[in-house]
């Protein structure tokens, strides 16, 4: 079974440019989550989806950061403009909700992010 | 304000003793606790989870235990292994919602 697959693996950028990058989760996960994990910090969930629809978008900056999930598969996650703290790791993810409600999430690789 | 907090950032133990790594929470209806495991330019992945029904659960050499009254849980690595030197995320979620994670211990097993 393929994992999740995530591009690009790192992206260095100037200040005030934008930036996307893209996910594909697993087969047949209808949940997807994008992270962001800054050093020495655990993932801050920053979207999670449902298919194709948005359940929680509370964390997201969105005066800069947008993200789609258009035909309920893969998704983009886009910043415009960039700033220097958003330098980290975004990472993705897909998950199942299994037996007594757990949730176990599977992450992708991450994209490395660096703002300049 | 953190709801799951991981307060040893670091932790060194020798090949073939005993790994014991914390993590505690704050939010009550949290129901379900996940560990995580994460190599240099990888991913998290699953390790090992535990329902709040239960104060225990075993898989292999991993056990994490829940104390509910103390919002506390813990990872045990027996025996611990070169290999299992990696960062460790602690996560919760409520009623299968959104899993927030503690900020990672970072466990180096010596030869």
């Known amino acids: 079974e393929a994992g999740v697959a995530q591009s690009p693996r790192y992206k260095i950028i100037e200040k005030r440019q934008s930036v996307a990058f893209w996910c594909n989760p697993i087969?047949?996960?209808?949940?997807l989550y994008w992270y962001q994990q800054i050093l020495g910090q655990g993932p801050k969930l920053l979207i999670q989806?449902?298919?194709?629809?948005?359940?929680?978008d509370s964390q997201l900056p969105k005066d800069r950061f947008s993200a789609e999930r258009l035909k309920g598969v893969d998704s983009t996650l886009k910043i415009q403009p960039a700033k220097l703290e958003d330098s980290a790791v975004y990472l993705c993810?897909?998950?199942?909700?299994?037996?007594?409600?757990?949730?176990?999430?599977?992450f992708g690789p991450g994209t490395r992010l660096l703002v300049l | 304000d953190q709801q799951v907090k991981q307060n040893s950032p670091s932790l060194s133990v020798q090949e073939g003793r005993i790994s014991i790594l914390n993590c505690d929470y704050t939010?009550?209806?949290?129901?379900?606790f996940l560990w995580y495991k994460k190599y240099p330019a990888e991913g998290p992945t699953f390790l090992i989870s535990i329902s709040s029904i239960k104060d225990k659960n075993e898989d292999g050499r991993f056990t994490v235990f829940l104390n509910k009254s103390a919002k506390h849980l813990s990872l045990h690595i027996v025996p611990s292994q070169p290999g299992d030197s990696a960062v460790y995320f602690c996560?919760?979620?409520?009623?299968?919602?959104?899993?927030?994670f503690g900020d990672g211990t970072t466990l180096t097993v010596k030869p």
């Open positions: 087969s047949g996960h209808a949940t």
């Open positions: 989806f449902q298919n194709n629809g948005v359940v929680d």
């Open positions: 996560a919760a979620s409520a009623h299968a919602g959104k899993s927030t």
């Open positions: 939010n009550s209806m949290f129901d379900y």
């Open positions: 993810a897909s998950s199942l909700v299994g037996l007594a409600g757990s949730v176990t999430q599977y």
